[in-house]
Structure formats: structure tokens, C-alpha cells
């Protein structure tokens, strides 16, 4: 999956929290977020602050289908409030997807 196409994915499905995501759709929107956050940042804090607006519900629907990719439940993606233990969640998004259908759907299409 290209850049493009990860990122109007993830906002197309900006609340469905069912289902599953690429590592590299993920990965493609974690870097999209990013960028976009940095250059925001550089301009004002009120547009900062608009772009975590705009993408908190999408990266948090996009890591809960990432780690039903792997398998995983998606309420693992709370591990993350918790300080150093929360690098985990690294260790589970770079993990290859899942080549079967699991319990929460088929393989997304590449």
C-alpha cells in the first residue's frame, strides 16, 4: 500500500474499529500524522493542535485494526498510558500481518 492510499483509507474508515490494517497502512499514516504535526507545529500551536484533533479518532481506530491484524485485541492499544511499558506496543506494530483469517475478519487486501 502506497502513502496516499493508506492515508485516505484511514480516514475513510476513521471510526470503524472492527476489521483489520496493513502494517504498512498503519506505518503510512503514523508518518502522515507526523509530518503534519511537525510542520503545524512550526506555524502555530493552534493549528498543531488541529491536526491532533483531526487525526486522534483515525490513529486510534487504525492501531486497534493493526493489532487485530496481528491478532491481538485492540484494547491492548491502552498499554500505552503506561510509561516504558507502552513500548510494547512498538514491538506489536511491527509485527507481519497474519496471513489467515482470524476472529476478526480475512486479510486485508495489499
Known sequence: MDFMTAVK?????FADFSGRA?????WWFVLAY????????FIHQYVYFL?????LVPM???????L???GKTGWLLLIGII????LVLIYFMVQPSQAEANQYG?????
Open 9 to 13: 483509507t484511514c480516514f475513510a474508515k
Open 22 to 26: 496493513t502494517r504498512s497502512e498503519y
Open 34 to 41: 507526523f509530518v503534519l504535526a511537525l510542520v503545524g507545529s
Open 51 to 55: 491536526v491532533v484533533l483531526v487525526f
Open 60 to 66: 486510534i481506530s487504525a492501531g486497534v485494526r493493526r
Open 68 to 70: 487485530h491484524d496481528i
Open 83 to 86: 510509561p516504558l511499558v507502552g
Open 106 to 110: 480475512a486479510p486485508p487486501v495489499a
